[in-house]
């Protein structure tokens, strides 16, 4: 019944992998259009972009970074948030434009993804809003759309790091609930072995009491050997009675850690389909994180 348990769940395991990989090509899309939009500048030209499973925190941070990343020699800019909108100011994007831009950012959080805004302006005013900064616009939309990727990536990288952790604790409770199991074998071998120790013993003293003696009945001192005999025949019963105590004794922890080690392999299989499952929802991420693009 086992092994038809296991060849069924790899059966499975090898059908969700398939569907996994089927679901991974099919990526959410990032796109970037240009719309005429509400700013603190009056009605502008918009860098519009979708970004699923990203928080506006992060798509700030990214944002920030991808405009203005770290440099040795020089002071790295950072938004200032004013009312509903980010700003970074007379910041050098030259794969847009020679002079400085200044950046408005605005983003809308939803369950599952955020919606962002980004106006551009740089000394002819602000990108997009007629054919001659074609050139400018196009260049803006790639610069934005990476941006916009980076920040699905890192935050599908977030999903698969959380979801590594969940697998990991599994592993871990799974690697406990085999040492338990084992301590438990250990246990209930070591009371068997004792109990077959004392149930030998036990015969032992069974036919020390149940011996005959073989001598004369006469002599003054067969009185004291008899008696000797008795003596040490209400030790041997009390052995006996001891071992008998301890043999039971044993047999009821035997009982209770048998019992334990069937809950415990029932947890050990639960776990272990846990783990299985799991495993695809990682894989699953990872996918779909190496098809981001």
């Not at 196009?138 to 990476?146: F, G, H, M, N, Q």
């Not at 036990?202 to 006469?218: A, C, D, H, I, V």
């Not at 030790?235 to 009675?241: D, M, Q, T, V």
């Not at 080690?261 to 990872?286: A, F, M, P, W, Y």
């Amino acid at each position: 019944m086992k092994e038809i348990n296991a060849i069924a769940m790899k059966i499975l395991l090898v059908i969700l992998c398939l569907l996994t990989g089927l679901s991974a090509d099919a990526q959410e899309e990032i796109k970037v259009t240009v719309q005429e939009r509400p700013s603190s500048q009056g009605i502008q030209p918009a860098f519009e972009t979708e970004i699923p499973q990203a928080t506006s925190a992060d798509a700030i941070r990214i944002l920030e970074l991808t405009l203005s990343p770290s440099r040795i020699f020089s002071k790295r800019q950072k938004f200032v948030q004013e009312g509903d909108e980010w700003i970074m100011r007379d910041v050098d994007i030259k794969k847009i434009s020679s002079g400085p831009i200044t950046v408005f950012a605005q983003v809308s959080s939803f369950p599952e993804r955020i919606f962002m805004k980004i106006f551009l302006k740089d000394s002819d005013g602000f990108i997009g809003v007629s054919p001659e900064t074609g050139a400018k616009t196009e260049d803006a939309s790639k610069l934005i759309r990476d941006f916009a990727v980076e920040v699905y990536r890192d935050a599908v990288g977030k999903e698969l790091r959380n979801e590594q952790v969940i697998l990991k604790s599994r592993e871990q409770d799974l690697k406990k609930m085999r040492r338990k199991s084992s301590q438990n074998e250990r246990r209930i071998n070591g009371l068997k072995s004792d109990n077959i120790e004392m149930r030998n013993e036990n015969r032992e003293y069974q036919m020390q009491l149940g011996r005959k003696e073989n001598f004369s009945t006469q002599g003054e001192n067969v009185q004291i050997i008899l008696y000797q005999h008795e003596i040490d025949a209400k030790k041997l019963e009390k052995e006996i009675r001891s071992n008998q105590r301890n043999i039971n004794r044993n047999e009821r922890k035997i009982s209770k850690f048998e019992r334990q080690s069937t809950h415990n392999l029932r947890e050990q299989g639960d776990i272990l389909n846990q783990i299985d499952k799991q495993k695809i929802v990682v894989n699953d991420i990872e996918s779909k994180l190496r098809n981001i693009r």
